[in-house]
């Protein structure tokens, strides 16, 4: 429950103040409820951390940690917490390491599982803990989201709490149906900006709930999907590919639209009624196959250095071939040759 989150992310967030004077965090983990929760607990009691790509090598790891200050790590796998000592002997840090697999044996005395290192507080001593720490400017940096470094090192984007702020109340006013008793199936990365901000800040933000997807593969999406049952789906093109094809599979050139309704809501369930499509092309003919099935199926256009979205498509104001209007607060103009500008409270420095 939200309760019970939020009581854990202040026992991390303790234990995080305790572990270092000003702790600076990596997360480098699979999608979790913990991980979430520490991601959380940074966001909200002014701690700076930074989400990155479980697929990271050595060097580029190394090069955040020292371009950060890293001091805690949170991770998970053997293979990543062997990484994270790699990167230890090579930068000369000494990174105080959190474990959140209770099954991961590698752990030298230095290290810590998470959950055990939380039940050692109490709530009324994380309280105390947290109490004695100075109250952050919404305007300072809070978090950091690295590129995938294909064009040379990873670019690191700093946020802002108010950039997270403001673009929750710009993503609702795009959403207006959107709002409480949502359920979204996310299977994004928490170190992609639409998987952390859009999914988990909105799911919080709307008091919604949160399904964590686990195996991506296209038969656990589709098998999860169906059991889920979810009121909304924020996706790369492919995903919405794969349920138009699953559909298409069992149904017949000559099928009546209710036999294709039928077929619809066994693949997607009962409750789907909106959706997303953003980072890539997805041909006009699926978002009206969605469309003509009763989900708002939105096209977007965003990037990590706007806190995710920047244009969409209205809901039920598709038009083919367009990724839409500006979101509320997003200021854009077009230079002589045609490059986007685009402004506002949300962009990251």
């Known amino acids: 429950s939200f309760q019970q989150v939020f009581s854990y992310m202040k026992k991390i967030a303790a234990v995080f103040y305790s572990a ?17 929760c520490a991601d959380l607990a940074c966001l909200a009691f002014g701690i700076l951390d930074s989400p990155i790509d479980r697929h990271f090598d050595r060097d580029t790891i190394a090069y955040i940690v020292k371009r950060l200050g890293i001091n805690i790590v949170v991770t ?4 990543r917490l062997h990484r994270l000592i790699e990167v230890q002997k090579q930068t000369g840090i000494p990174l105080k390491i959190f474990v959140t697999d209770p ?33 952050r400017d919404p305007h300072t940096v809070n978090t950091v989201m690295f590129t995938s470094g294909s064009t040379g090192e990873p670019k690191g984007l700093a946020f802002t709490n108010y950039n997270l702020v403001t673009k929750r109340f710009a993503r609702a006013a795009a959403l207006p149906d959107v ?49 889920v049952q979810p009121t909304g789906l924020i996706g790369i093109p492919l995903r919405w590919q794969q349920i138009l094809d699953s559909c298409l599979e069992q149904l017949e050139t000559t099928s009546s639209p209710d036999v294709e309704q ?49 244009t969409m498509t ?19 103009r077009l230079t002589d040759s045609g490059e986007l500008e685009i402004g506002g409270p949300y962009m990251a420095r």
């Open 76 to 79: 998970d796998s053997e293979a």
């Open 262 to 310: 039928g077929v619809f809501r066994s693949v997607v369930g009962e409750r789907l009624r909106w959706g997303l499509s953003a980072a890539g092309y997805l041909a006009p003919k699926t978002f009206r196959f969605f469309h003509r099935n009763h989900v708002a199926l939105c096209c977007g256009f965003g990037m990590t250095e706007a806190t995710g979205g920047i």
């Open 20 to 36: 270092a004077e000003q702790p600076r965090v990596l997360l480098y983990l699979e999608n979790s409820p913990e991980g979430a």
């Open 179 to 227: 709002g409480r008793d949502e359920v979204l199936f996310c299977y994004l990365p928490l170190f992609h900006t639409f998987g952390r901000y859009l999914e988990m800040l909105g799911m919080i933000f709307w008091g919604g709930t949160y399904v964590f997807a686990g195996n991506t593969s296209r038969e656990t999406f589709l098998k999860r999907l169906s059991e």
């Open 103 to 135: 099954l991961n044996r590698d752990l030298r005395s230095s290290d810590l599982y998470l959950g055990e290192a939380c039940s050692q507080l109490s709530t009324s001593e994380a309280d105390d803990i947290l109490a004695k720490q100075p109250e």
């Open 314 to 332: 209205p809901p039920h104001e598709y038009r083919d071939n367009s990724v839409g209007i500006p979101l509320p607060g997003m200021v854009t």
